[in-house]
């Protein structure tokens, strides 16, 4: 298949959970809108796990029946371990509100991101599988297209006013203009894979997002349950500890660390292996600018923080929500400027912001969670909104004077 037509009012590059949302609401303000997606749905994609400010974002894309229908299981809480493998309280999200946004989701991704790309062709957007793009096409700076090759083997070019790169960790613009950076403090790897038949917690903590740390604090593993009897398990650890030191495959490693964490052990020991070993490195990065003329990044193609607290499809859909909005105010003023379209990166950048101190402050060996809310027993609220998505809160600001005293926290990136 091979687009329509040869121009567009907007190109989406990417068709997961950023570019979807964008080619969904660009189409539903009525523009014409071609969304590229590389592969075949349904593919694996990891990332399962969502938070509840993910929910005004589904409310606006109609998808809230569609998700309460599936059988992803719900997810009312997260939970850390400590080295030691002393469970902190489960935080709740319903301690922060009693409204049903307060319960959200594991999802399969295969699943989900299906769901998505079919909410944008069903409000208008033309999606074409299988469509690799190979360059983005400029009229001095200012985006005017895509070049691609499509499933009949046709190369093609195609115009648009505006381009989103929704092209994930491929960053097909921020890494053609060298505009993207990597954090010198998170260059990080993880292994993971799915596995079925993990023992789980019953009730309403079923759902719940795990983190464990192992002796010693070298590394952690995600435990994310999930639909037919899964779970979704990976192990994060810098890439010197966790890669380059070792003489092991993927999954020897992988056990190495499954050895220092007796807690998940346990939940592992009846469980089987679902497909194997996968590994990412150095995943941390973010690009210097979040739009320029006619072109605009959202989701992974603007920038990805550590996993931990799972807001990587929080932040894939506001971000392709507010590029949507910033879109389409710039074509009823006909001002395709940077400034215009990357109307909402200051904000995008501040919720960012928020995580990645979180992220650092996780990171510090001599720093616990635990022990700061004891200290600090007034910042229990921001930790929660935080977990929740509600990144934004007055709460949020208030917890990170509190945090730098008690762990070196980074200096803040500025767009």
């Known amino acids: 298949m091979t687009p329509a037509a040869d121009s567009y009012d907007v190109i989406v590059i990417g068709g997961g959970p950023a ?9 539903e303000f009525g523009h014409s809108v071609l969304l590229l997606e590389r592969d075949r749905f349904p593919r694996f994609r990891i990332g399962e796990s969502l938070m509840p400010g993910t929910y005004d974002t589904f409310t606006r894309l ?39 946004s307060s319960v959200t989701w594991q999802v399969l991704r295969s699943d989900f991101d299906s769901l998505m790309i079919s909410a944008a062709s069903e409000k208008g957007a033309e999606v074409v599988h299988e469509a690799s793009v190979h360059d983005v096409l400029f009229d001095g700076d200012r985006a005017v297209g895509v070049r691609g090759r499509f499933a009949d083997g046709a190369i093609q070019e195609v115009r648009a006013t505006v381009v989103v790169d929704a092209s994930g960790q491929s960053a097909l613009i921020s890494r053609r203009l060298k505009i993207v950076s990597t954090e010198p403090g998170l260059r990080k790897a993880s292994i993971y894979t799915h596995f079925a038949r993990a023992r789980r917690d019953s009730g309403v903590d079923e759902g719940a997002t795990i983190i464990y740390q192992t002796e010693g604090k070298d590394s952690w593993f995600w435990f994310i349950p999930l639909q037919d009897d899964r779970a ?38 009846d469980a ?48 392709g929500e507010w590029a949507a909005d910033a879109i389409h105010g710039a074509f009823e003023t006909s001002d ?47 930790i929660i909104d935080i977990l929740s998505g509600n990144v934004y809160a007055d709460s949020v600001r208030q917890i990170f004077g509190p945090m730098a005293e008690m762990c070196e926290l980074p200096e803040e990136i500025s767009l």
């Open 19 to 27: 570019g979807s949302t964008a080619a969904a609401l660009l189409a």
């Open 62 to 100: 109609g998808l809230l029946d569609r998700l309460n229908e599936t059988a992803f299981p719900r997810k009312h809480s997260v939970q850390f371990y400590s080295g030691s493998g002393r469970a902190s309280k489960p935080f709740y999200f319903s301690d922060n509100s009693d409204h049903e």
């Open 232 to 269: 979704s398990v990976g192990v994060v650890g810098d890439i010197d500890y966790l890669i380059q030191s070792r003489e092991g495959d993927a999954t020897a490693i992988f056990h190495e660390e499954l050895a220092k964490c007796a807690p998940l052990r346990e939940r592992l020991d």
């Open 272 to 319: 089987e292996q679902a497909f194997p070993m996968k590994v990412t490195k150095d995943f941390s990065y973010r690009s210097k600018q979040v739009a320029g003329p006619s072109w605009v990044l959202v989701g992974d193609a603007f920038g990805f923080l550590d996993p931990i607290y799972s807001s990587g499809i929080y932040l894939a859909l506001k971000s």
């Open 336 to 382: 395709f400027s940077a400034d215009r379209l990357g109307a909402f990166g200051p904000k995008l950048n501040e919720g960012m912001e928020a995580l990645r101190k979180l992220v650092y402050a996780y990171y510090t060996k001599e720093f616990s969670f635990g022990r700061f809310l004891r200290k600090h027993p007034e910042c229990q609220q921001g």
